[in-house]
């Protein structure tokens, strides 16, 4: 994507720290519907880099409420109800109830952006790996998501993948799923930029500058950056720590030109 000379930039990590920007992200994945400990991502930073991956004694996220998936996962942005509560981010599934009360948190939560991700991702069959946004969800229907990328290592090879990209309404009545998975012929084990141009009246998504997909959908309402790797159950031998992951060389998000 060509960037214009009146686009302001208003979000950007270029993991160029000794730790993770915790006044950019909350390392944790939707930590209500489990604990911090159990919703604690298993990350590092080195070359100014950062790479997600699944620990070798990490724990399953939220045994109660998503069975034996393990999910390393940050965020900019936190909100639930008190304890015990329905109402919370991303409700994936009916009878979920708050289990940890943490605090609500607005670190970067834009409505309409430019968005930039620069990845790769070493993935097995069992390995699931994303950047989506989701509404904040202080009003409940703010619930969609957009999806920039979302790669299963069961659909990549060395030469294409499958690589996700599109509306999911979640909760939101205004909204439909509208989700493009077709193959593009990358390696996503390979450095690659994957985008959107989210605007009042339109996504359109990018991988490597080129147009890949356009909906006609837009959520109209603050939506904060979800950033995840997963493991899911599985049969074979045990992943080594560090055996997959996914690996981050930046993010940035310009406001929409006027």
């Known amino acids: 994507m060509i960037l214009q000379s009146n686009s302001k930039l208003i979000f950007e990590d270029n993991f160029d720290g000794p730790a993770l920007d915790i006044n950019k992200w909350l390392p944790n994945y939707l930590p209500h519907w489990s604990s911090l400990e159990l919703s604690a991502a298993s990350y590092e930073i080195t070359d100014k880099k950062l790479r997600l991956f699944i620990s070798e004694n990490q724990q399953y996220w939220s045994p109660e409420f998503d069975g ?28 979920l109830t708050v289990k940890s009360e943490v605090p609500e948190m607005q670190l970067f939560l834009p409505q309409y952006c430019r968005l930039d991700i620069r990845v790769r ?10 950047l989506w946004l989701i509404g904040f969800e202080d009003q409940p229907d703010h619930s969609g998501e957009i999806t920039v990328f979302e790669i299963f290592g069961k659909s990549a090879t060395e030469k294409e993948a499958q690589v996700g990209r599109g509306i999911k309404r979640i909760n939101d009545p205004l909204l439909k799923d509208e989700f493009d998975d077709s193959v593009l012929p990358i390696d ?64 940035r998000c310009f406001a929409q030109s006027e």
């Open 188 to 251: 996503v084990s390979d450095w690659h930029v994957y985008s959107i141009d989210w605007s009042p009246n339109k996504i359109d998504f990018f991988t490597d500058g080129e147009l890949v997909t356009t909906t006609t959908q837009s959520p109209n309402y603050p939506m904060q950056l979800m950033l995840n790797f997963y493991e899911f159950p599985h049969s074979g031998p045990k992943t080594p720590e560090q055996d997959a992951w996914m690996e981050v060389d930046f993010i």
């Open 68 to 95: 034996e998936n393990k999910v390393s996962g940050i965020q900019t942005g936190h909100f639930a109800g008190p304890l015990n509560s329905p109402h919370g981010q991303h409700r994936f599934r009916a009878g």
């Open 121 to 130: 991702a070493k993935l097995k069959p069992w390995n699931l790996a994303a």
